[in-house]
């Protein structure tokens, strides 16, 4: 693998012909193959980036198409009138396409933390400039993704030895991975998420900077670590990245609540790997099938019923109360992720309902009552995922009722009721305004004086 630091010179980039990769044209998006053709065109440098030269070398259909030019932000909108700047951190142009298709284009850039000399240390810094191909290659994450597909040649360019990494399904952090995981702690995330996905192992330095450093965690914004974690969990290798995430502790860090609980239980463990297993399949027959609130409250299922004993009967005031007391407990279990309140009752309803749907699964039918009760679908489903992972009966996948949108009200359309002030919502006072002091009192509102 190639590395570098700031101060030497970066090395030359091993050229891959195309007789030795997989990758062709037709299956590179259309919109993305325009992009690309228009700035060579208009005398840029510009390369398929990323994740996607990735994957296509995998033989998968990439999910994004990114691009990469040497053309600055203003240069782009020029030549993409179909286009606007995003981002407060770098800029990236977005170029519109017919159907809604979004093509990101960014200028190769450059950052120092990349340099295994630095002494900087601080978390995220703020150094980002425009660079050349060979340092936009050194700043990403990992050596797979710093694999560049230029349209001139049909050649992939690779800087950082991500080619052979590649061959051999490895995942490596580029340059020194502790000073890479301290300047961004979220890589620890996509270290394993990489891992998962791909089925590649570690590579050794990679593995121990993770699990040494998975615990500046603790400093990244909640709402990145809720996002980099649904990102995993709507995949279809769940119960990988659940088995390397309680490995290297990254999982502790987005799960407090297991610290103490996993891998040492091993019961709780299997089951938490089934539930992954479980999510997998549906979401290989049906991608994101599983709405994110039932996605967290398997991943929490396993403590529930180790620690809030959740699968003890309760009735009326009783059941009511631990209903209240799960929704409590899941402020704590949640504070790493910036849950939403709403998402919050709706983990509350699964849980504290699989008993409920224990109790009535034996019978031929379910009871009329609970079928119109508003969560029944999703507490159906849940309990024949919780069912399978105990060992029961092959869940299936349950048509969920679509959120409702909220209604908006009707223009008018006839002359008369156009001429109808519109509705305020406050009650109309003759006279105008309520006035700001007391009519007949000597003392205004506030205790001000009336002259």
Wanted: hydrophobic letters at 35%; a positive charge; glycine letters at 6%.
């Amino acid at each position: 693998m190639h590395t570098s630091t700031s101060s030497e010179p970066l090395p030359e980039p091993t050229i891959i012909p195309r007789s030795e990769h997989p990758i062709s044209r037709k299956d590179i998006d259309r919109e993305a193959l325009k992009v690309m053709y228009r700035l060579r065109d208009a005398g840029h440098i510009a390369y398929l980036v990323g994740g996607g030269v990735r994957d296509l070398l995998l033989g998968n259909r990439p999910k994004d198409f990114d691009i990469s030019t040497d053309a600055r932000p203003g240069q782009l909108r020029k030549i993409f009138r179909n286009s606007r700047i995003i981002g407060r951190r770098f800029r990236l142009v977005q170029v519109f396409f017919k159907g809604g298709k979004v093509i990101e284009v960014s200028t190769f850039r450059t950052r120092s933390e990349y340099d295994d000399k630095t002494e900087d240390t601080a978390v995220l810094p703020s150094n980002n400039t425009f660079g050349t191909p060979a340092e936009d290659a050194f700043r990403r994450d990992l050596t797979i993704n710093a694999l560049f597909y230029e349209i001139e040649n049909f050649t992939v360019i690779d800087y950082t030895g991500g080619m052979e990494d590649l061959r051999n399904g490895v995942i490596r952090l580029i340059g020194n991975p502790r000073l890479r995981i301290t300047h961004d702690p979220v890589r620890t995330m996509r270290v394993i998420r990489h891992a998962a996905r791909n089925d590649f192992s570690i590579e050794t330095e990679t593995w121990a900077a993770t699990k040494e450093l998975c615990h500046l965690l603790d400093l990244c914004p909640v709402s990145r670590l809720r996002d980099e974690l649904f990102k995993d969990l709507k995949g279809t290798t769940v119960e990988r990245w659940l088995r390397l995430a309680v490995d290297s502790g990254v999982f502790h860090r987005l799960f407090p609540c297991y610290r103490d609980m996993l891998p040492a239980d091993g019961q709780s463990m299997r089951l938490l790997l089934r539930l992954g297993a479980i999510i997998d399949r549906f979401h290989r027959q049906q991608p994101e099938s599983l709405p994110e609130p039932m996605l967290l409250a398997l991943i929490l299922l396993p403590y529930a019923i180790k620690r809030l004993d959740l699968l003890t009967e309760r009735k009326g005031a009783e059941f009511f109360a631990y209903s209240r007391q799960v929704r409590a407990a899941l402020d704590d279990l949640l504070v790493r992720l910036n849950i939403k309140r709403m998402d919050k009752e709706v983990i509350t309803g699964l849980l504290v309902n699989v008993i409920t749907f224990e109790k009535h699964s034996h019978r031929g039918s379910w009871p009329k009552k609970l079928q119109r009760k508003s969560y029944f679908e999703q507490g159906l489903q849940f309990f024949q995922l919780y069912r399978e992972g105990a060992g029961g009966q092959k869940a299936e996948v349950i048509p969920l009722p679509a959120k409702k949108a909220r209604r908006k009200k009707q223009q008018s359309t006839t002359p008369q009721e156009a001429k109808k002030p519109a509705k305020t919502g406050r009650k109309y006072r003759p006279g105008g305004r309520t006035p700001a002091f007391a009519r007949k009192t000597k003392g205004g509102v506030f205790g001000l004086k009336r002259r």
